[in-house]
Each structure stands twice: as structure tokens, then as C-alpha cells.
């Protein structure tokens, strides 16, 4: 791993490492502008971001800062301390979507209404630094009595975030200041005891850590990075009884596997991860492969969805994942996205964008519907059949907004800064982590890409930039999904891999030279590690980095239950263009039962369990899981029987 300055500049996106970070790459800039991924951020542009303003106004989030700022009156809206989160994700999603600078007319508008809310926000602020409208509205002023649930320090991280994103996309230092004034604030209040600072304490919700060494890259003041470092660590010592719900149970480095809370335990390995990066803590790295391996082994889902409980949001036990009592919220999904890219770019390894390209494309896609109008907070593997769904956060059915609206913005901010994870580069060349249309470009090479992927494995690469003066390495993902590859690059052909991920051409490129990577996308039948009970004597169906799932509205004449997966047949593709706007569906051979409704069976060890009526045969059509509940209301499943 370098530990050397590095030459390679690093793009403004949520990761800009410092020259002197030890990583093993650098993220390199990625424009999209076609295919899969643009087509659902142009809804995420055109539809969800848009809408942002009126729902935050119509939530309370708005008149809440002009009631702090004293410009309105009434009382605090909301049913949580940290709905100002829900202004600074929105904030920083609408950043990021602004540094394409576009010109368009509806940008323009966008951009008016990011000015607006800063401006609430920055009059919000008290004179010191502090910002918190739950506490300056509803506790009288009364601050970090309550670290356990009252979140002061996770707001003002997602408020650094905004910032940071802000000045990055427009150069604008108007949030940037309210953010570096807060954070001032906090550095005066928090430390160890000795450090003559009155309060040694964390936040029960991880967050401000990785934002401070953000602030930190964007500013170059090393006490905000000494300050991420002091939160890391006092997690764990029982500042806040000892709970693994807020992270808090044992310290980061002697934890042996993911636990508590998932999005507060992935944001702060995130911010563990950052500080490897900038300060070379070899300790926090190995703490870091070691949580993330034992995460993605005993504590993942097939989605890349993480949370086993309801109750507290919580991990579970190794191999407890259920289906349709699976939590799996968005934002576990957006946090492991966000800590898997920072371990990419720490060790170099292709496992995590493995992880990160099966998360998005399933446990995280799935939070946002086709329209760009209704969210899932949840993303359960199975939905029963005569399932009774009363609303709320928590519900399978797709809402228009949360009382907890954490994810609809975060879903937001990810999309809009999606190209900052996707390809990184180092000294020798290029990494291309994750397919799409459009451009990979470092310093010194340029690469286009053209692709129909996830439909199809075909990914055409052409060289438009490039040194003259001596070669340089085109490193490509093999996918770990991947039975088969070929790549062809000038005469030669290529069909086998790296053990370690990538295959890597190697030589001096020209303008024009082209790259062809093929990718089998054959469906295919996953089955889980035995100790996962909730699926033992299932399979899901699988087609390239997409899970499939079957929907009851797709399978007249009953509901999904009762069906069983022939196995001995094969799996058939069929694209469907009139189908959730366009996708490839696996057709398989099934039956449905006849059973009785019995509830349980008598057993003999002779006998064995009785016979069931062959039953009636069923073709099934699996479509994508990330489009499931966008027609009408029914029962899902991703994990089917066998027997």
C-alpha cells in the first residue's frame, strides 16, 4: 500500500482522499450517460429531487428551522429529534446532482431552492455554533443530556456532508461555513478527560465520525481528522451503558463481528475505514477486513440487505436471516455501499465492489419505486400470501413519505453521487469496479463504455485517451457472480481470471483501441449455507448481479405459498419491454400444492411425513427483485421450496 504522496488528483465526490492518503486506490471520474443506471438517475433527477422541497415543507422539517430561526411561529413538527437530517441529505443529494452543471432550466430552479434552504439553515444556527432544532425548540436549549437517543452529533454530521458536498459541486462556502462553525462547536465540548473539554462523550448514532474526516480532506484542518479519530474510539467504553444497540458494547478494534444497530455499526466502520486511509492505522484496517468478512459470511443477505431484527434495527445472530420478517433497511444498504467503497479503495480487493455491486442492484435499488414516488423503508424476502399491512415505516408496501424519513433522502444523495463509485485508478492505470454507459477517465486515460448490462453481459470498451510514452494497466472487475468470461483486446483473447478479481491488460495503449468483456449471464440456482434455517430447502433464482423473485400478481389462481421449484428443469430467459419498464425475466417449471390447511403433520420414523398430492403444474416468471411492488398489492418471494 502506498505511503508516498500521491500525484493522482482525486475527484470531488464524497471520498477525496488527501495526497498523503494510504490507500491502495484513488477514485477516478466516471460520467454516465446512458443505460440502466442513468435511466434511473434521470428519475431520481427529474422526479424524486424535485419533489424534495414540497415534502420537506409539508413534514414540518422547513417551518422548523424558521421557528429556530425566529421567523415563524408555532411548534415543532415532526415525531423525532433528527428530522433536520432529512434537510441535509436532501441538501446534499440535490449538491451532487448540481455539479453536472447542466444548465437545464429545472437545475436552475433545483438550485434556487437549495440557496432557500441554506440560507433557513445558516439562520437556524445559534450564535456559538450549535444547531439542533429539536433541542433549541422542544428541550429549551438543553444540550448532549441525551447522547443515548437525541442524535445532536448525527445531524450535524449529515450537515457536514451536505456542506462538504455544496462547496465540492459549486465552490460556494455559505453551508460549508454553518458546517465548520458546528464543527468548531463540537471540538470545544468533546474530548478525553484531561483535554480540558467538559464533556468525554459519543452519540448513540454513529455518523459525525466519518463526515469529520471529510471536513477534514475538504479543509485541511487536522483537528477535525484528530477529532473523527476521538469519537472511533470511545465507542465501546460504555459512555452510553454499554449497549451494542448504539455501538457501544466493545471497541471497534477487539470487535469480532458486526452488531447492534446496522446502519450506526456501518457508519462507523465507514469512518474507521477513513481514518486507515488517512492516518495508516494499521489496526483499524485489519479491524475493518475482519468485521466485513464476518459480516458478508454469517450476517448477509442474498440482496446485500442487512438487519435481521424489526426490534431495534438490528444484525441478529450469525445465519439468522429470515425472509419475510427481514428488516434490511435502505439505509443499511446506502451505509454498506459507503463503507464496502472505502475498503475498495483501502486494500484494493474486489470482494467489496463484489458486495457493492450486489447491493445496489438489489437490497438498495429496491427502496425507490420505478416512478420515483414511493419508498421502502423495509425490504423483506418474502411478503405471505393474505399478508395485512397497516402502513407505516415499517410496511411492504410502498410509501409516499416516512414519519422517520431517513431513507427516501439518502436514497436521493446516493444515486446523485452514484459515479464517484464505480472505478478508482492508482500509478499503474485504471479500475473499473462497476459497468455502465459512459466514461472512466484518470489524469491520463479516458475509456469509453458502452453496455445493456444487467440484461445483457456484453461490455464494449474504447480507448479515447491515452499516454504515448509507455504502457499502462486496464484492470476489470470479474464479477464473483461469473462462471464464464471472454475478453477480447486486439488479437488476443482471454478466458480466465485473477484469483484475486481483476484481469488486468497491461500494455501502451492508442486512441481507438478497443476492449470487448462478455460475461455468461445464464440463470442460475443459489442455495444458502445450511445453518440459515429460514431457507433450508430453498433456492432463489439468480441472473448476473440480479436476485429474482416471484410476485403473486404474475401467478393467477393463487398465491405463492404453496408453490414448489422444479429443480430437474431448466431456466429460460425472456425479456419483457412491456413489463415494470423494460426488463429479463427467468421462466421455471413449478407446481402448487394441494395441501390441507392442517398446520402440522404427524411424523413417524417408519412413515416418515405424509405424502402430499402431487399438485398442479405452474410456470413462474421471476422478475428482478429491485421492481417488485410496483403494480398492485400481493404476496413476494425470493427464496421458493424444493420439495
Not at 422539517?61 to 428530522?83: D, I, K, M, S
Not at 467489496?352 to 421502502?376: C, H, K, M, P, Q
Amino acid at each position: 500500500m502506498p505511503r508516498t504522496r500521491s500525484a493522482l488528483p482525486s475527484p470531488a465526490g464524497p471520498v477525496r482522499l488527501t495526497p498523503d492518503a494510504r490507500t491502495a486506490l484513488r477514485p477516478a471520474a466516471v460520467t454516465v450517460d446512458g443505460g440502466f443506471w442513468h435511466d434511473r438517475r434521470a428519475t431520481n433527477a427529474g422526479v424524486s429531487l424535485p419533489q424534495g422541497p414540497d415534502l420537506l415543507e409539508s413534514a414540518g422539517n422547513l417551518h422548523n428551522l424558521r421557528l429556530a430561526a425566529g421567523t415563524a411561529e408555532g411548534g415543532f413538527q415532526g415525531a423525532y429529534p433528527f428530522v433536520d437530517t432529512d434537510v441535509y441529505k436532501w441538501l446534499e443529494a440535490a449538491s451532487w446532482h448540481l455539479a453536472r452543471d447542466t444548465g437545464e432550466e429545472s437545475d436552475e430552479a433545483l438550485a434556487a431552492d437549495v440557496a432557500r434552504i441554506i440560507a433557513l439553515v445558516a439562520a437556524a444556527q445559534q450564535p456559538d455554533g450549535y444547531l439542533n432544532t429539536w433541542f433549541q425548540l422542544v428541550k429549551g436549549g438543553e444540550r448532549y443530556q441525551d447522547l443515548r437517543w437525541g442524535h445532536e452529533l448525527y445531524c450535524a454530521g449529515h450537515l457536514i456532508q451536505a456542506a462538504v458536498a455544496h462547496h465540492r459541486s459549486t465552490g460556494r462556502p455559505e453551508l460549508l461555513d454553518v458546517a465548520r462553525k458546528f464543527a468548531d462547536h463540537i471540538d470545544s465540548v468533546f474530548g478525553l478527560p484531561g483535554s480540558g473539554r467538559p464533556l468525554d462523550g459519543i452519540d448513540g448514532h454513529p455518523e459525525v465520525e466519518t463526515a469529520l474526516v471529510e471536513l477534514y480532506r475538504e479543509t485541511g484542518e487536522r483537528r477535525y481528522l484528530d477529532l473523527a479519530g476521538y469519537f472511533v474510539d470511545r465507542h465501546g467504553h460504555g459512555l452510553l451503558g454499554g449497549e451494542a444497540y448504539c455501538q457501544d458494547r466493545v471497541p471497534l478494534r477487539a470487535a469480532t463481528n458486526v452488531e447492534g444497530h446496522a446502519v450506526r455499526q456501518l457508519y462507523l466502520l465507514a469512518a474507521a475505514a477513513d481514518l486507515a486511509a488517512e492516518t495508516g492505522d494499521a489496526e483499524l484496517r485489519a479491524a475493518g477486513e475482519r468485521l466485513w468478512h464476518a459480516m458478508t459470511t454469517t450476517k448477509t443477505h442474498l440482496t446485500g440487505g442487512l438487519g435481521a431484527h424489526h426490534d431495534r434495527e438490528d444484525f441478529g445472530d450469525p445465519f439468522e436471516l429470515p425472509n419475510e420478517r427481514a428488516y434490511c433497511e435502505t439505509c443499511a444498504a446506502i451505509a454498506s455501499v459507503q463503507w464496502s467503497w472505502r475498503m475498495a479503495l483501502l486494500t484494493g480487493e474486489a470482494r467489496y465492489s463484489d458486495l457493492i455491486e450486489r447491493t445496489l442492484y438489489n437490497g438498495f435499488l429496491a427502496g425507490v419505486s420505478l416512478d420515483g414516488e414511493r419508498w421502502l423503508y423495509v425490504n423483506p424476502l418474502q411478503v405471505r400470501d393474505g399478508h395485512t399491512d397497516t402502513g407505516g415505516d415499517q410496511s411492504a408496501r410502498r410509501t409516499r413519505w416516512f414519519r422517520c424519513a431517513c431513507c427516501p433522502p439518502n436514497v436521493m444523495r446516493l444515486l446523485a453521487s452514484l459515479e464517484h463509485y464505480l472505478a478508482s485508478a492508482d500509478e499503474q492505470g485504471l479500475q473499473i469496479h462497476q459497468f455502465v454507459t459512459g466514461r472512466y477517465a484518470t489524469d491520463r486515460v479516458r475509456v469509453r463504455a458502452e453496455t445493456d448490462y444487467p440484461w445483457h453481459g456484453t461490455i464494449a470498451f474504447t480507448v479515447e485517451e491515452s499516454p504515448s510514452d509507455g504502457p499502462w494497466t486496464l484492470s476489470l472487475r470479474i464479477p464473483a457472480w461469473c462462471r464464464e468470461f471472454r475478453v477480447r483486446c486486439g488479437e488476443e483473447t482471454y478466458d480466465s481470471q485473477a484469483d484475486d478479481g481483476w484481469l488486468r491488460l497491461s500494455r501502451t495503449w492508442a486512441p481507438g483501441d478497443r476492449v470487448l468483456l462478455e460475461l455468461t449471464m445464464e440463470p442460475r440456482l443459489t442455495a444458502a449455507d445450511p445453518r440459515v434455517d429460514a431457507v433450508r430447502g430453498c433456492v432463489a433464482i439468480e441472473r448476473g448481479p440480479l436476485v429474482h423473485c416471484l410476485e403473486q400478481v404474475d401467478h393467477p389462481g393463487g398465491g405463492l405459498d404453496d408453490i414448489v421449484l422444479d429443480t430437474s428443469r431448466p431456466l429460460a430467459v425472456k425479456h419483457r419491454p412491456d413489463l415494470l419498464g423494460g426488463v429479463t425475466t427467468v421462466v421455471a417449471a413449478g407446481r402448487r400444492r394441494r395441501l390441507p390447511d392442517r398446520g402440522w403433520w404427524p411424523y413417524s420414523p417408519a412413515r416418515g411425513v405424509p405424502a402430499e398430492p402431487e399438485g398442479e403444474p405452474v410456470e413462474l416468471t421471476a422478475i428482478p427483485y429491485h421492481v417488485w411492488a410496483n403494480r398492485e398489492d400481493g404476496s413476494m418471494r425470493v427464496w421458493l421450496p424444493t420439495s
